[in-house]
C-alpha cells in the first residue's frame, strides 16, 4: 500500500511540473495573476463537481471549522504565483528543485514537533541527508 501511495505522491509532483510548465507561458501572456486565477477557477469548477457527487453528505461544516485551518487556503495562490513567475525565468527544473527543498526543509521541521496535530517524526541522519542531497542538487541544477 504504501508503494501504491508513494507512487500517487510522484504523479502529483508530476502534475506539478506540467502545471509549472503551462503556467509560465500563460502569465506572460496574460498576466501572471490572470493566470493564476485560471488555475484556481478550473479547480474550483472540478472540486465543486466532485464535491457535487462524492462528498459524504453528513459532514460537519466547513465553517465550524477551527480558522487556523482555513488559512491554508492563502497558500495556494501564492505558491501557484511563484511558479508563475519564477519559472520562465530560471526553468521547471530549477523551479520544481527549489520548491522541493522548501517543502523537505519545513516539512521536517513540521514532523520532528508534530505541527498541526501531525505525528512527531523526529529529524534523524537520514532525512537530513536528504535534505542535504536535495540542496545539493539545487546547486547544480543552478550552476549548469
Do not use: C
Not at 486565477?37 to 472540478?46: E, P, R
Not at 472540486?47 to 457535487?52: D, N, S, Y
Not at 530560471?90 to 496535530?117: N, P, R
Request: aromatic share 10%.
Amino acid at each position: 500500500m504504501q508503494f501504491l501511495l508513494i507512487g500517487l505522491v510522484i504523479a502529483g509532483g508530476m502534475g506539478l511540473s506540467v502545471e509549472a510548465g503551462l503556467l509560465g507561458p500563460l502569465g506572460q501572456e496574460v498576466g501572471d495573476l490572470w493566470a493564476t486565477l485560471s488555475i484556481f477557477g478550473v479547480g474550483a469548477a472540478l472540486t465543486f463537481l466532485l464535491m457535487l457527487f462524492f462528498s459524504p453528505r453528513n459532514a460537519p461544516s466547513y465553517f465550524s471549522q477551527p480558522g487556523w485551518q482555513l488559512l491554508g487556503g492563502i497558500l495556494g495562490p501564492v505558491y501557484v504565483i511563484i511558479l508563475t513567475v519564477t519559472t520562465p525565468m530560471i526553468g521547471i527544473a530549477l523551479t520544481m528543485i527549489g520548491i522541493l527543498a522548501g517543502q523537505v526543509f519545513k516539512s521536517l521541521v513540521i514532523d520532528h514537533y508534530g505541527l498541526f496535530g501531525t505525528p512527531h517524526r523526529k529529524i534523524d541522519r537520514k532525512r537530513l541527508l536528504a535534505l542535504v542531497f536535495i540542496i545539493a542538487a539545487l546547486i547544480f541544477v543552478a550552476q549548469g
